[in-house]
């Protein structure tokens, strides 16, 4: 007969709750997927899975199939019962799967740069919840990967996790240790850089809004964190300065939201002109 956990001491409960800490997880190379889509999406993304975690009073179809087939093919399934699961769940409500997965990152060096590469960097990001979102629209927009630059707040945080859905685990995301390593990485691979700026001012070329500016490829695109954007040094050093232009009284966007703009319309503007991610359009 199939155990059940249905005690909070067990180990797996304890190390699911551990691994709500940021420490631990680093320590650990693994994290908590909620959620019956996130879980579904690191399955076909071919994600490491430790375990299935699963309460099959709460689990529907056709995740439960799904869940049937991984433990067929020798994942690992754990069994809680809907009282417990409520427990270690993120959300009222929940739909009863979860799931361990090992952390994959890779390095600056292990990223394909293609002659249309675009990517989004972020300088000391704060906020899980915007990086998750930032990861997701890179995905949507074709972008070949997310680099984290200096001290930033962890990718595979439950918060960015949920927020990305699923695109963790798609998108290739690595860290640069400090802003030298990752514009020395630029340089040698031939990628320019883009700073994106609340003002126009600069000595670089585009110095004016981003819709004016030409865009160059392969490109990064590099924005500062939440409260104080980038620092002076870092504006300095980028090949281009771009500026989404804006009315009325916000001073500036949220980080997520000016991401996602800057990655839709540098996508739109090289899938024109025959670059990343998709053919020339006909006129």
């Known amino acids: 007969m199939t155990e059940v956990i249905s005690s909070a001491a067990n180990p797996l409960i304890k190390r699911v709750r551990l691994l709500g800490d940021r420490r631990h997880r680093r320590r650990e190379g693994a994290f908590v997927v909620r959620g019956v889509q996130p879980v579904w999406q690191a399955v076909e993304a071919g994600a490491d899975i430790e375990v299935l975690i699963v309460a099959p009073d709460l689990l529907r179809e056709p995740a439960a199939g799904m869940v049937a087939r991984q433990e067929a093919g020798g994942v690992r399934v754990a069994r809680l019962t809907g009282e417990l699961f409520g427990r270690i769940a993120d959300r009222d409500g929940p739909a009863g799967l979860a799931a361990i997965v090992r952390q994959r990152t890779a390095r600056l060096a292990d990223l394909a740069v293609r002659p249309s590469s675009v990517f989004v960097a972020l300088h000391e990001v704060a906020n899980p919840g915007n990086l998750g979102t ?5 995905g949507a927009a074709g972008a070949d990967g997310v680099i984290l630059v200096g001290p930033s707040t962890d990718p595979f ?14 998108v290739p995301i690595t860290v640069a240790e400090s802003a030298a390593e990752f514009l020395a990485w630029c340089k040698e691979s031939g990628i320019a850089v883009a700073v994106a700026s609340g003002s126009g001012s600069g000595s670089g070329s585009g110095s004016g809004t981003f819709w004016e500016a030409s865009l160059p490829a392969p490109l990064a695109i590099l924005l500062g964190s ?18 989404i232009p804006m009315t009325g009284t ?16 540098t996508w739109r503007r090289f899938r024109h002109e025959g670059g990343a991610n998709g053919q020339r359009t006909e006129s």
């Open 134 to 138: 930032i990861i997701r629209t890179a």
């Open 157 to 170: 945080d439950p918060v960015a996790v949920k927020a990305s859905m699923g695109a963790v685990f798609s």
């Open 226 to 243: 939440e409260g104080s954007g980038l620092p002076d040094d870092l504006l300095a050093a980028g090949d281009l300065r771009l500026r």
């Open 250 to 265: 916000a001073e500036s966007l949220n980080l997520a939201v000016a991401a996602g703009i800057l990655l839709y319309e």
